[in-house]
């Protein structure tokens, strides 16, 4: 049972073009969502958050959306540049109620490749 | 501020052994959340840990474990490995508030033959 889903494995974008990363989740408990961004051998880095109060979060060239009654959200990256190469993961956590303590699920992730 | 520190980075075990990883959390975070990686699954949730309290466990078996020490530094123990137990190992450290960020360490590469 796949709560978070990212149904893009790759995206392929050019430099200086808006890159942007979808993710659908489907339990209405999450109410709290993050993007972070991985290189190969190291841990995931955080990027950006949105709590479900909000429909924006915006960070620099990061801005996420959020559309609770789609269960959907997704990560614009403006200017991309060659260094946001990497995977992207969203996660969602239900952060209200005290039951998730410390959970987080993740996507599956995508690919990002930013050509020069 | 150091980070989250995992040791040791790699590690090769064989079928039916068990290994003890290490999470040192950035300092005075009091919460650790385990995760393991796979191709086939993702980041899975394993467990978390506040206080030297497990308060929230994930859907594994019995065979992963952890603890958490005074200073907040924490170990996950898996005995009797498989080879599906192959995975990277992360972990995160926060305070453990509502809606606070975790922050990963570099994660443990572990492989089982």
């Known amino acids: 049972d796949q709560q978070v889903k990212q149904n893009s494995p790759s995206l392929s974008v050019q430099e200086g073009r808006i890159s942007i990363l979808n993710c659908d989740y489907t339990?209405?408990?999450?109410?709290?969502f993050l993007w972070y961004k991985k290189y190969p051998a190291e841990g995931p880095t955080f990027l950006i958050s949105?709590?479900?109060?909000?429909d924006k979060n915006e960070d620099g060239r990061f801005t996420v959306f959020l559309n609770k009654s789609a269960k959907h959200l997704s990560l614009h990256i403006v200017p991309s540049q060659p260094g946001d190469s990497a995977v992207y993961f969203c996660?969602?956590?239900?952060?209200?109620?005290?039951?998730?303590?410390?959970?987080?699920?993740f996507g599956q992730g995508t690919i990002l490749t930013v050509h020069p | 501020k150091a980070g989250v520190t995992q040791t040791p980075r790699y590690l090769i075990k064989t079928r039916g052994q068990q290994v003890t990883l290490s999470c040192s959390p950035i300092?005075?975070?009091?919460?650790v959340s385990w995760y393991q990686q796979t191709p086939g699954q993702g980041l899975q949730f394993l467990f978390e840990?506040?206080?030297?309290?497990?308060?929230n466990k994930g859907n594994f078996p019995g065979r992963f474990s952890g603890r958490q020490f005074s200073n907040s530094r924490s170990e996950m123990n898996v005995s009797t490995l498989e080879l599906g137990d192959s995975a990277l190992y992360l972990c995160?450290?926060?305070?453990?508030?509502?809606?606070?960020?975790?922050?990963f360490g570099a994660g443990t590469r572990l492989s089982v033959l």
């Open positions: 840990y506040f206080s030297e309290t497990q308060r």
């Open positions: 949105i709590s479900s109060i909000k």
């Open positions: 339990n209405s408990m999450f109410d709290y």
């Open positions: 995160a450290s926060s305070s453990g508030q509502p809606r606070d960020i975790q922050y």
């Open positions: 300092s005075g975070h009091r919460s």
């Open positions: 996660a969602a956590s239900a952060a209200a109620g005290g039951t998730s303590y410390g959970k987080l699920t």
